[in-house]
């Protein structure tokens, strides 16, 4: 049996754990004494509390204690200097703080009693008393007082431009301009944010949480309650879904602490669903694109404007405009990226963040553009083909999207494509066939893994990043079992555990590349140490060979030219006496990799609709999404991941709208029957093509990750396949049957 996993179908290695319902979540954990709390949030977006009435509900038997603004100054609170790992630039927001109300649904307080549903009842019972101010909650009539992104986030790049886009797009012969707008969404992740802290008999703290940097959790939670990181054990082993929502500490991690260092006792905060609108979601924006072309479809200028919403205390960037410049090649390129300021949670990265937006509107103007130039959109996109970053000015580490394209087109039957709008039909549905393109970067940051091999032949590996359900687990043990030539069933990934070495937060779809070149890394140290043992054993086959001359496979070492010559790792251990070998390995980007090249991943999507002529209910009857994303460790849950995006994109398309009462500045359809997502009846043909794309410079394993490319581009090309269907163009997502139908915008 050969014991090669990289590549290979291989099913989640905590896949029982988590049908069976063994998997614990934050809010799943217990112990002795535990206390319940729960937040109060507030009612108005901008003002002051005035009063807070504590009485009644203080008084209430078994209610332990109620933490508002009034009783939670003196703590040590934060160095101001102090940024969690995805904070933006501004001053973090600071639950109980002050008396200031800064948007809808802050957390004013926290109730802490014997039972959840006795904390629950005392706080419903709370009476506040606010001063009101009025408040700024709409984007677009806000633009005015718009100001340019400052930089603070990590891997945010401000746009640049090149070239006049300007004078060519005054003389160009063909050209589009359009509008783009996007209201915000929620990650609405499956499992609800919770911390359950555990006060152990020492004093200090152990802190489950729903989250996706267990580091930046403790240090943050140290930070705040001076505490050293020996005093704070922070895990998340598993996590029911993030998107994004778990890369910055939320609030109830912070209550959480609080209350169980005040009360000395263990507390469980866990939000509600509505709740889980009040702490970041994807920015509200409005995007302007113009684009022009020479009549065989050359592109002589592109310009992309966006405004993004942010809050009142803290300016949120992400990369939306930047895309057009690196998509498509064109000399002549404006791009802007301005912010503007309303009463809201700061924005918090989801899911492609930028890109998710950005190529929405990108693709969508190159779908116009084609019409305009009566060209198919495909052919419009191949003759604009980037073959290097010309916002980098440098070659990309590699790049199959043409393939993308081919094997995408090919087994989409794009070639039957009718060009005209309105033209292709079924009944009483008109047929619309879309596509579009998709980018994001492939980037890895510095990570650290530990390994240990027993005596028996077992192998655990661990590092303390997260599994948000992508499959991390199932990856990085099939890494590191390849890499010893281990049985899988051999092999243990740890995570989730500030005891474990650092790793980054899990996201900006990192993970796979920087994880998984640490575990390969420690994996290969081990693999060193068992070779130099089994060479001084006794009567050695391998004495006088060398690392390249043996492999490792099925537990067993052998000679490439003489395979009978074998020794099992577990004789080498036994015959050396020892009982463990325990390495660290901790690994970086190549600088110099860095400096020359451009690392991304690639998505050619390709969109059937079929729409109601009478209705305007759009389904999307089939999608066909390539991409290429370097070598694919793991087809299964590779495919998984993309399957996920692609219905994302088609919710974030038809359906996802957290909307915005301008007269309470308030999210109003705060809850998951309001809120729309696709569901199963929604979904039809998916197929996932993973086109060939070797990459020997981006980092050893060849990969690029996966989390995010799979939903870049999907809105744009449902939107391009709505048009081909109807011949309107809806410019507002979600797009939704009275949009279609014309009847809104
Ligand atoms: Mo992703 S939005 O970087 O979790």
Wanted: hydrophobic share 40%; net charge negative; glycine share 8%.
């Amino acid at each position: 049996m050969k014991t090669d996993y990289i590549g290979k179908p291989t099913s989640r290695v905590d896949g029982a754990l988590k049908v069976t319902g063994t998997a614990k979540y934050a809010a799943e954990f217990s112990a002795d004494g535990l206390t319940y709390g729960y937040v109060v949030s507030s009612t108005i977006a901008q003002g002051t509390i005035k009063k807070i009435d504590l009485e009644e509900a203080l008084n209430l038997k078994g209610v332990l204690q109620i933490f508002t603004h009034e009783n939670v100054s003196g703590l040590a609170w934060f160095d101001r200097s102090y940024k969690d790992e995805d904070a933006v630039a501004g001053s973090p927001f600071r639950p109980l703080y002050d008396k200031k109300i800064r948007y809808s649904m802050q957390p004013i307080a926290l109730v802490v009693a014997e039972t959840f549903e006795l904390a629950r009842y005392a706080a419903s019972i709370i009476k506040v008393e606010y001063t009101t101010e009025s408040h700024i909650s709409d984007l677009k009539e806000n633009i005015p007082n718009s100001f340019k992104a400052p930089k603070g986030k990590v891997g945010f790049k401000p746009p640049v431009s090149r070239g006049d886009a300007k004078e060519a797009f005054e003389n160009a012969p063909v050209k589009i301009a359009s509008e783009y707008i996007h209201s915000a969404e929620h990650h609405n992740p499956m499992e609800i944010y919770a911390t359950t802290v555990v006060m152990e008999p020492d004093g200090k703290l152990t802190v489950y949480d729903k989250t996706q940097g267990v580091s930046n959790c403790q240090a943050y939670i140290s930070k705040i309650f001076g505490l050293s990181a020996k005093e704070v054990r922070v895990m998340s082993p598993f996590m029911g879904g993030g998107f994004g929502s778990g890369l910055r500490p939320q609030y109830q991690l912070f209550l959480a602490v609080l209350a169980s260092l005040e009360l000395k006792r263990s507390v469980k905060v866990s939000l509600t669903r509505q709740q889980m609108f009040s702490f970041g979601h994807r920015p509200a924006s409005v995007q302007q694109m113009a684009l022009s072309a020479s009549p065989d479809g050359t592109l002589q200028s592109i310009a992309h404007t966006a405004y993004g919403e942010t809050s009142m205390f803290e300016d949120y960037t992400e990369v939306v405009v930047n895309w057009s410049g690196l998509v498509y090649q064109c000399e002549n390129v404006e791009q802007k990226y301005d912010l503007v300021k309303l009463n809201t949670y700061t924005p918090l990265d989801m899911r492609a963040p930028g890109a998710a937006s950005g190529f929405h509107a990108i693709e969508s103007a190159m779908d116009e553009l084609a019409y305009a130039l009566k060209m198919d959109p495909l052919a419009l996109r191949l003759k604009n083909y980037a073959e290097r970053d010309q916002n980098d000015k440098k070659p990309f580490s590699s790049k199959a999207l043409r393939a993308c394209y081919a094997e995408g087109a090919a087994k989409f039957g794009w070639d039957k494509r009718s060009i005209e709008p309105r033209s292709m039909r079924e009944g009483n549905n008109l047929i619309g066939w879309g596509m579009a393109t998709g980018s994001w970067d492939a980037m890895q940051m510095k990570a650290t893994a530990n390994a240990v091999l027993t005596a028996d032949g077992k192998l655990t590996v661990g590092s303390g990043t997260s599994d948000i359900g992508t499959g991390t687990y199932t990856i990085m043990t099939q890494i590191a079992a390849e890499t010893l030539g281990l049985p899988i069933e051999n092999v243990t990934f740890k995570l989730g555990d500030t005891l474990l070495p650092e790793a980054p937060l899990e996201g900006g779809s990192w993970t796979a590349t920087s994880v998984g070149s640490a575990v390969q890394s420690v994996c290969t140290t081990i693999k060193e140490q068992v070779f130099k043992l089994a060479k001084k054993v006794k009567n050695s086959p391998f004495a006088n060979a060398d690392l390249k001359e043996v492999n490792f496979d099925n537990g067993e070492i052998s000679l490439k030219l003489n395979p009978s010559k074998t020794l099992s790792i577990t004789d080498v251990m036994k015959q050396s006496g020892k009982v463990s070998i325990e390495e660290e390995a901790t690994t970086m980007p190549n600088p110099i990799h860095m400096l020359e090249y451009s690392f991304n991943s690639h998505s050619a999507v390709f969109v059937e609709v079929k729409v109601d002529e009478d209705l305007g209910t759009v389904v999307v009857s089939r999608v066909v999404s390539a991409i290429a994303a370097g070598k694919i460790l793991n087809p299964k849950t590779a495919r998984s991941q993309i399957l996920g995006a692609v219905v994302w994109g088609i919710s974030m398309a038809l359906e996802e709208d957290s909307v915005v009462d301008n007269n309470f500045g308030r999210f109003i359809n705060h809850n998951l029957s309001e809120y729309h997502v696709a569901v199963n009846k929604d979904i039809n043909d998916i197929e996932v093509i993973f086109v060939e794309e070797k990459d020997d410079v981006i980092n050893p394993l060849g990969i690029k990750g996966l989390g995010e490319i799979g939903l870049v581009g999907v809105a744009g090309a449902v939107a391009n396949a709505v048009f081909h269907a109807t011949g309107h163009r809806v410019y507002n997502l979600p797009i939704t049957m009275d949009k279609v139908l014309g009847l809104s915008e």
